[in-house]
């Protein structure tokens, strides 16, 4: 059977994912997405695997249809990543901007966990479990959190070890004192906004003097901050001798000018 030619067809956007691209060409073309699929021969549930990887005789045939060619249909998937970065690249939509979204877009980086602002329009990314009305998060942590964010993608692009360590172990002593459990990464893809600023804050709050910051914390929050320590530091004993040497320093510290009021 010869595959026809769809009436209409869209051009894709630059940094757009091939299911957002999917889901607009079915709309101008006045159908669902699964009757755009059926049409052009492919059986999928969710056009999001298509985002990742796709087979060659599958690209042909959405190109056809689309009247376009299969390599620019190609470059709406997701290329090769590290192991880093394909960790911190949502497998499915959690996040996008509200203003581009209205206009039928996905784009590839609301996928990734460091994504704060749309990169079209600069509107800041929303969570798409967001209750309305829901917790409200304070200027000077969303500006912490976008900071979290820039660190988190240099430390992906520069593919460095050290500082992508660095980041996650903020993200563990967040998720401690935050009381979520789970990956990593899935607190920075989390559904709760809250948890996800929360935890790119720590990124940025990590970059200077992480050490000390810890001990701030274990200091003023005891029980759980003690916890997120354990958590964060557990298989670096003599790190976590650190911030307990730096706990007890602040500690006397403290205690010093009281004593001084009581002579």
């Known amino acids: 059977m010869t595959l026809r030619p ?11 994912l091939l299911s957002g691209w999917l889901i607009r ?17 492919i059986s999928v549930r969710h056009p999001a695997t298509f985002d990742f990887e796709v087979d060659m005789a599958t690209l042909e045939k959405i190109a056809i249809a689309a009247r376009l060619d299969p390599k620019t249909v190609g470059s709406l998937v997701f290329p090769p990543m590290s192991q880093a970065e394909a960790l911190l690249t ?16 996905a784009l590839r980086h609301w ?3 460091w994504a704060f602002d749309c990169q079209i329009c600069g509107t800041r990314l929303v969570s798409i479990f967001a209750i309305p009305h829901g917790e409200l998060a304070s200027e000077k942590l969303l500006h912490r959190a976008r900071r979290g964010a820039g660190h988190l993608e240099l430390a992906i692009a520069s593919n460095s070890a050290a500082h992508l360590r660095r980041a996650m172990r903020a993200v563990t002593f967040a998720m401690a004192l935050k009381t979520v459990r789970g990956d990593k990464a899935f607190a920075l893809q989390h559904p709760r906004p809250g948890v996800r ?12 003097h992480p050490l000390i910051k810890a001990a701030m914390f274990s200091r003023s929050i005891d029980g759980f901050a003690r916890a997120a320590l354990l958590r964060t530091y557990g298989k670096e004993p003599r790190l976590l001798a650190a911030v307990d040497q730096i706990v007890k320093r602040n500690l006397r510290s403290a205690l010093l000018p009281e004593a001084e009021s009581h002579i």
Request: proline share 8%; hydrophobic share 45%.
């Open 6 to 16: 769809l009436p209409k067809t869209v051009a894709p956007v630059p940094d757009e």
């Open 25 to 41: 060409l079915a709309t101008i073309n006045y159908c669902e997405v699964d009757e755009l699929m059926a049409h052009i021969g």
């Open 90 to 105: 949502a497998q499915f939509p959690f996040q996008s901007c509200p203003d581009c979204s209205r206009q039928g877009l």
């Open 111 to 113: 996928r990734r966990a």
């Open 197 to 208: 600023i929360f935890c790119l804050a720590a990124i940025a709050a990590a970059q200077a």
